[in-house]
């Protein structure tokens, strides 16, 4: 089904929206305003290329042009490339000088990159929490149980977001707001490949018992043991994104 069918006058929406603001009551100069949350059309826009990039039908490095996908949706211009801007902050496009904006595609050095930075803040994150907060690690918790259900229902996108997750919640312990949010931005180029890793996976089901073994050993102060299997299991992801995009390399260059 192609985008402008599943987003549904989206652009008589955007009038609609406008018509709202436009005809509310003006608010009295001693009244405070209460500020009211709407899902924007770039929002929207947003969600539904969202989609198609993690079902798989936008592949890594597919160009997808400014100007045909705005019209293709009914949307302008300005929406479309706050939509694009939306899922490049997320890591699952870029603007490549050549081609325009592509949905995202690592190389070898990207992963070995990221990876090298993932080992060097979930490790001392999970040896930091030496007073763990009950309330982050019922967190960690939800997370866990939410990708084991994802993994039994072979929902890869969905697997692989509570997975990103666990992992994020890791990040707390260190107690540093800043460190989040790039922690945020950086795994978030790892999304698309990681669904491919996921799907042909040969035992997927094996993968969310790892995460339930380093939730149990944090919740009973294990640190170092929880550590090692974090390592053991970086290494193996490291290495089976890196197997997946070799293969991937080699049925392209035939």
């Known amino acids: 089904?192609?985008?402008?069918?599943?987003?549904?006058?989206?652009?008589?929406?955007?009038?609609?929206?406008?018509?709202?603001?436009?005809?509310?009551?003006?608010?009295?100069?001693?009244?405070?305003?209460?500020?009211?949350?709407?899902?924007?059309?770039?929002?929207?826009?947003?969600?539904?290329?969202?989609?198609?990039?993690?079902?798989?039908?936008?592949?890594?490095?597919t160009p997808l042009p400014e100007l045909p996908l705005a019209s293709s949706l009914g949307i302008s211009r300005n929406t479309m490339r706050e939509a694009i801007r939306i899922l490049a902050q997320e890591g699952l496009l870029r603007r490549n000088l050549h081609r325009g904006v592509v949905v995202s595609q690592l190389s070898l050095r990207d992963v070995k990159e990221i990876y090298q930075l993932r080992r060097m803040l979930e490790l001392p994150a999970v040896l930091a929490a030496r007073r763990p907060n009950s309330d982050l690690l019922n967190e960690i918790q939800g997370a866990l149980e939410a990708y084991e259900e994802a993994v039994r229902e072979r929902n890869w996108p969905g697997a692989v977001s509570h997975d990103f997750h666990f992992h994020s919640l890791l990040i707390r312990f260190h107690g540093n707001t800043r460190l989040e949010a790039f922690y945020q931005n950086m795994i978030g180029e790892l999304r698309v490949g990681m669904i491919l890793v996921d799907r042909s996976h040969d035992d997927p089901g094996a993968l969310p018992p790892v995460h339930r073994k380093m939730y149990q050993l944090l919740n009973t102060g294990k640190l170092k043991p929880c550590a090692a299997i974090l390592a053991q299991h970086l290494d193996d992801s490291e290495a089976r994104l890196t197997g997946v995009m070799k293969k991937q390399a080699a049925r392209t260059a035939h």
């Open 1 to 61: 089904m192609f985008l402008s069918q599943l987003l549904f006058n989206i652009s008589t929406l955007d009038n609609v929206n406008n018509c709202r603001h436009d005809l509310a009551p003006q608010s009295n100069p001693g009244m405070d305003r209460t500020p009211i949350n709407r899902i924007s059309v770039a929002d929207q826009a947003a969600s539904l290329l969202r989609q198609r990039i993690l079902e798989g039908e936008f592949r890594p490095g």
